[in-house]
């Protein structure tokens, strides 16, 4: 017996991607930003800053100054106004992510291709934050002529 295909709740809205992404001058929090430049988080916070003009701000345990940018060990330690908060940890942590973005007074949360978590993206929208999850801004940012 097979079992049914799980269902997504949330869809990304086409207008919030491409506002999110055409917001040059934002400011990124990108969650798991370290200096490995073997991690898809390096390559995507490079392609933020350079590609479309984000100010990117790194979060990680170990607080790495990456591509110019201070780092801070989590969303609460960070000064200032966050406009989007960028999740790049596994989906069974992203939850806890999403509530510290809605703590920290962030606009929004992207969830990066692969991390799902449809009770987090519910909370972040019922508290009035915009919400992408399952991509990435490097797909999304060609298919809606940002980048």
């Not at 079992?3 to 001058?25: F, Q, W, Y």
């Not at 609460?76 to 703590?103: C, L, N, T, W, Y």
């Not at 962030?106 to 508290?127: C, M, N, S, T």
């Amino acid at each position: 017996m097979t079992s049914p295909a799980r269902h997504r709740l949330h869809v990304n809205d086409s207008d919030v991607v491409r506002s999110l992404l055409a917001s040059r001058g934002s400011r990124w929090a990108v969650v798991g930003l370290s200096e490995n430049p073997t991690r898809v988080a390096y390559r995507i916070g490079r392609y933020l800053q350079d590609q479309l003009g984000m100010e990117i701000v790194p979060v990680h345990p170990k607080a790495d100054t990456v591509h110019g940018a201070a780092g801070y060990r989590t969303l609460a330690d960070i000064p200032g106004q966050i406009d989007v908060v960028d999740v790049f940890v596994r989906s069974e942590i992203a939850g806890g992510i999403v509530d510290e973005a809605i703590a920290a007074g962030a606009k929004a949360v992207w969830l990066q291709l692969g991390v799902i978590d449809e009770d987090a993206a519910a909370r972040a929208a019922a508290a009035g934050l915009e919400v992408v999850m399952d991509t990435c801004p490097a797909i999304e940012a060609p298919r809606h002529g940002v980048a």
